[in-house]
T-cell receptor, first 113, second 112 residues
Framework: KQEVTQIPAALSVPEGENLVLNCSFT??????LQWFRQDPGKGLTSLLL?????REQTSGRLNASLDKSSGRSTLYIAASQPGDSATYLC????????????FGTGTRLTIIP | DTEVTQTPKHLVMGMTNKKSLKCEQH?????MYWYKQKAKKPPELMFV???????INESVPSRFSPECPNSSLLNLHLHALQPEDSALYLC???????????FGPGTRLLVL
């Protein structure tokens, strides 16, 4: 059974700093990995998706990397802003075309103005 | 239109009530999902519909009954729920075989 873990569970950093969020998964047989953000009490917003054959994806100040063989992904946020405060979730989709996503435990990020 | 809508936003129900949650999208997505999310926990998949047919049921109790009446609508019928069923219920949709799932804002359910 796939297990996805995110460390740390919570992180507070001053505005303007660069930061890295981590995601680990136990079964490397994944089709892709996706990073989401979730504001309190709200739905999820997709940030970046990395296919299993890719090493990284970038969108604006966000960069996500994937090391499938070691079961790890990182989300790098450059020049953090208070609006980046949210919970960040990674999710993996298994090989074989199954639509099921398995979510990580999440990292609650607070950017201090 | 790139939006998934869910109604109601909030719902309070007693353990003997029957209620329904509704999800709608007009993006032409033929895969639709229900997730349950408890506070400070990640979403957990409940059901997946593909081409309006139930394709995945993650061993969800029968007091939750999904329905997909057409390609744009997804319902979750609730009956005889327990207080531990209180959670945020999220709906999502995607193209079949596509990667990105689009999530609605959720319905916050409280069972008394």
């Amino acid at each position: 059974k796939q297990e996805v873990t995110q460390i740390p569970a919570a992180l507070s950093v001053p505005e303007g700093e660069n930061l890295v969020l981590n995601c680990s998964f136990t079964d490397s047989a994944i089709y892709n990995l996706q990073w989401f953000r979730q504001d309190p009490g709200k739905g999820l917003t997709s940030l970046l998706l990395i296919q299993s054959s890719q090493r990284e994806q970038t969108s604006g100040r966000l960069n996500a990397s994937l090391d499938k063989s070691s079961g790890r992904s990182t989300l790098y946020i450059a020049a953090s802003q208070p609006g980046d405060s949210a919970t960040y979730l990674c999710a993996v989709r298994p090989e074989g075309g199954n639509e099921k996503l398995t979510f990580g435990t999440g990292t609650r990020l607070t950017i201090i103005p | 239109d790139t939006e998934v809508t869910q109604t109601p936003k909030h719902l309070v129900m007693g353990m003997t009530n029957k209620k329904s949650l509704k999800c709608e999208q007009h993006m032409g997505h033929r895969a639709m999902y229900w997730y349950k999310q408890k506070a400070k926990k990640p979403p957990e998949l409940m059901f997946v519909y593909s081409y309006e047919k139930l394709s995945i049921n993650e061993s969800v109790p029968s007091r939750f009954s999904p329905e997909c009446p057409n390609s744009s609508l997804l319902n979750l019928h609730l009956h005889a729920l327990q207080p531990e069923d209180s959670a945020l219920y999220l709906c999502a949709s995607s193209l079949i075989g596509a990667e990105t799932q689009y999530f609605g804002p959720g319905t916050r359910l409280l069972v008394l």
